[in-house]
């Protein structure tokens, strides 16, 4: 069992891991929090391995922010960042407490996926696959 821990930890480490942040402002400082976080932007996309970062606002003046990162470990290095403390000022700006939320994403998949869920169990072979274009 301990090997199988260690084994998954590894598979996580190596995994692309996202942060999402969902910001309550109020009217008056939405563009405020949008201009704080486009300003923090521009050192963190430049951060090694940051694969992209965004925000923006919906209508309802919540302020989305995303970050995606190559592997558990550059997440922690920014966790651990100056760069982090100041996006940690930003969200206390907020008029309610953040959400915050990591996704650790091991895999990605195409149609590949789709045709191993989709074929009949013990057939061995996929119609999907084999269909000429």
């Known amino acids: 069992m301990f090997q199988e821990r260690s084994e998954f930890r590894a598979l996580l480490m190596n995994g ?3 942060l999402k942040v969902a ?8 563009a405020q929090i949008l201009e704080a976080l486009r300003f923090l932007m521009v ?7 940051c694969l992209g970062c965004t925000a923006w606002s919906d209508q309802n003046s919540t302020v989305q922010y995303l ?8 997440m922690r290095q920014r966790v ?9 000022a930003v969200m ?5 407490p953040p959400q915050v939320q990591f996704d650790f994403i ?4 195409g149609l ?5 869920v989709r074929e009949p169990q013990g057939t061995g072979n996929s119609e999907l696959l084999n269909s000429p274009l």
């Not at 050192?43 to 391995?49: A, I, K, M, N, S």
């Not at 990162?69 to 550059?74: F, H, L, P, T």
């Not at 651990?80 to 940690?88: C, E, I, N, W």
């Open 16 to 18: 692309m891991v996202r």
């Open 23 to 30: 910001l309550a402002a109020s009217l008056g400082n939405t």
């Open 43 to 49: 050192g963190t996309r430049l951060e090694e391995g």
């Open 67 to 74: 970050e995606e990162w190559a592997s558990e470990a550059d």
């Open 80 to 88: 651990r960042s100056d760069a982090f403390t100041s996006l940690l």
């Open 92 to 96: 206390e700006a907020a008029k309610e």
């Open 106 to 109: 091991t895999t990605t998949r």
């Open 112 to 116: 590949d996926y789709v045709a191993e």
